[in-house]
Nanobody
């Protein structure tokens, strides 16, 4: 069982930056591929970014955040990060951290490919 706790959300002006953190419990963090999703009011939860568990940590992004957001992980700290730069009002959403099953690394875009979820953290970008 993996428990995930997000932090770092808040209110920021357009063009600003935030860094989200997701702390994981347990000793298996390094063997889980991790993802970030977001859900805006009235919309479906959508994929934002993912990083694989394998050495080197390949990364994947939705097109709308490429060049602005960076996902990274620190296995020594059991933490995955989402650095968000050049924020836009359309980035406003609740951001969720998610973990795939241990040693699983596929289908990063699909919510159903993730076994564990955090409770979410609100990000609000004002214009």
């Amino acid at each position: 069982q993996v428990q995930l706790v997000e932090s770092g959300g808040g209110l920021v002006q357009a063009g600003g930056s935030l860094r989200l953190s997701c702390a994981a419990s347990g000793r298996t963090f390094s063997s889980h591929s991790m993802g970030w999703f977001r859900q805006a009011p009235g919309k479906e939860r959508e994929f934002v970014a993912a990083i694989t568990w394998r050495s080197g940590g390949s990364t994947y992004y939705v097109d709308s955040v490429k060049g602005r957001f960076t996902i990274s992980r620190d296995n020594a700290k059991n933490t995955v990060y989402l650095q968000m730069n050049s924020l836009k009002p359309e980035d406003t959403a609740v951001y969720y951290c998610a973990a795939q099953a241990r040693y699983y690394s596929d289908d990063y875009v699909a919510r159903t490919a993730y076994r564990y979820w955090g409770q979410g953290t609100q990000v609000t970008v004002s214009s």
